[in-house]
């Protein structure tokens, strides 16, 4: 859907630095990505009876602290930032922005804001469902040119795989890196694991107990330092992959 004339020059951004909560405006085209990046978010939810949204935080790995979200989908897409390795950095409700479009007056909040190794990435997240509402369409559509035009990308998450992500839902409860011994991560990486099975590296280390073993495996995979085929059920026979 087209979101007609939208007044470039006027589009501000508000965001909250993360050292004293304070609120600072300013023109979209003058903030660098990283402020948005040390921003604390723009909105804060809260809990109560009978809410629609379910709402909490999750430790991230990528972050080393913690991320809100508000919602389950925005849980899972958090997930799956957190899980790749090309996003450096993941803030939630980074900011609202304000814009002139059909001569009136325009306000969002987007979802995330990632840093990742090819650039800036702002994402809204939505049940793909919604995504044919006209105001829901029009607000993406605006966002979008004014994200676009700083050369930076944008995108509109929806309902990931099922399977892919109970994989990274279970591949996740791995991610703390210091509850792992490192000289059982290094022998690890020391085996040539690529094309062997989960099950595989058991007999490669039979000194070490199997649910270390296991668990370290499972970090590595979160890591993906090693990979598998995340659409298909991870089990005993699923093949690894090694990146290097």
Not at 27 to 35: L, Q
Not at 97 to 107: I, N, P
């Amino acid at each position: 859907m087209g979101c007609g004339g939208i007044e470039h020059s006027a589009v501000l951004v508000s965001f909250r630095t993360a050292d004293d909560l304070n609120e600072v405006t300013r023109e979209w085209g003058a903030v660098r990505a990283e402020e948005f990046a040390a921003a604390d978010p723009w909105r804060i939810f809260r809990w109560y009876l009978g809410q629609r949204h379910y709402s909490g935080t999750y430790w991230s790995s990528t972050v080393g602290s913690s991320v809100i979200y508000e919602s389950r989908l925005e849980l899972a897409r958090l997930l799956f930032a957190d899980f790749a390795p090309t996003v450096r950095h993941i803030v939630a409700q980074p900011f609202l922005l304000r814009a002139t479009v059909d001569q009136e007056s325009r306000k969002h909040i987007p979802d995330y804001f990632l840093m990742t190794d090819a650039g800036p990435v702002i994402m809204d997240v939505k049940p793909a469902r919604r995504l044919a509402d006209p105001k829901v369409a029009f607000t993406f559509a605006w966002t979008r040119e004014i994200v676009e035009a700083r050369g930076w990308r944008y995108e509109v998450a929806t309902e990931p795989p099922a399977i892919e992500l109970t994989n990274v839902r279970f591949l996740s409860g791995y991610r703390r890196g210091w509850l792992f011994a490192a000289d059982l991560l290094a022998q690890l990486r020391a085996r040539k694991l690529h094309g062997a099975t989960l099950d595989d590296p058991f007999s490669c280390l039979p000194t070490e107990p199997d649910e270390l073993v296991r668990s370290a495996v499972l970090h590595l995979l979160w890591r993906q330092e090693l990979t598998i085929d995340l659409s298909k059920p991870l089990n005993r026979r699923t093949e690894l992959r090694s990146m290097a």
